[in-house]
């Protein structure tokens, strides 16, 4: 089994953002370890695709058990899944909350420890997560206390992590994108969800992909949380 070459794990990697990311770190020379509940085999001998659901507390280990089988190693894991529902607080059914709180907080936290026991024998890793700039900059247009409560516990998490491990050779790092365009939103509503971030107009899957590889490069940078929200966070 050779392990010269770099290993990326990304969650969520079906579509969108996912899918975008599997190409950018394939294009950069990495083997590439894909899982989602969807997600469809590859004929490419550098991708590794795992279907599962990450909200199940096995789904995180057996993803990162068969990335070492296939490839040897983990440099960096890409914590990407998740899902978002905007509802009234008083709205939200039993069922809601704990789905999302499954696939939010549940899929970060399984696949993550078992990443970071890897990462820490090689000396070694990165772990960027998504999150969401609901968390720093809620909107009244937009109730949605269920991402602010679970990417809220990932944003703080990403700095806990990052201080724990600064002096063991792991990174820990975040993007909080605004509203981007993703197949998650219809595009008779992007004039509205534009109209929602201060330069007027969403984001693109290239600007997510752009902040990831950058905070993938920046090796003095750690703990981050990068906004990528066209100035949500910064205020309107």
């Known amino acids: 089994m050779a392990t010269a070459q770099k290993v990326a794990v990304i969650t969520g990697a079906s579509q969108g953002i996912g899918a975008a990311l599997v190409d ?26 795992i279907t599962g659901d990450i909200g199940d507390p096995t789904t995180g280990p057996r993803v990162i058990a068969e990335a070492l089988e296939r490839f040897g190693r983990i440099d960096t894991l890409v914590n990407n899944a998740g899902i978002f529902v905007a509802s009234p607080f008083t709205g939200y059914t039993a069922e809601q909350y704990a789905q999302v709180v499954a696939t939010n907080l549940n899929g970060f936290y399984f696949i993550t420890q078992a990443a970071v026991a890897e990462m820490e024998k090689q000396g070694r890793g990165h772990v960027v997560s998504i999150t969401t700039s609901l968390v720093d900059h809620p909107l009244s247009k937009v109730p949605s206390v269920l991402a602010s409560l679970t990417k809220g516990g990932i944003v703080a998490a990403t700095k806990s992590l990052a201080v724990e491990y600064a002096a063991r050779g792991l990174r820990f790092n975040a993007v909080s994108p605004g509203i981007i365009k993703t197949p998650m939103h219809a595009p008779e509503t992007h004039d509205f969800l534009g109209k929602l971030h201060p330069m007027g107009h969403m984001g693109e899957i290239g600007d997510i992909v752009g902040a990831i590889l950058y905070l993938e490069n920046a090796g003095f940078v750690t703990g981050e949380i990068l906004h990528v929200d066209g100035g949500q966070a910064a205020g309107h």
């Open 24 to 49: 950018a770190y394939l294009d950069r020379n990495y083997r590439v370890v894909a899982t989602s509940r969807s997600i469809q085999p590859s004929s490419n001998p550098d991708v590794l695709a």
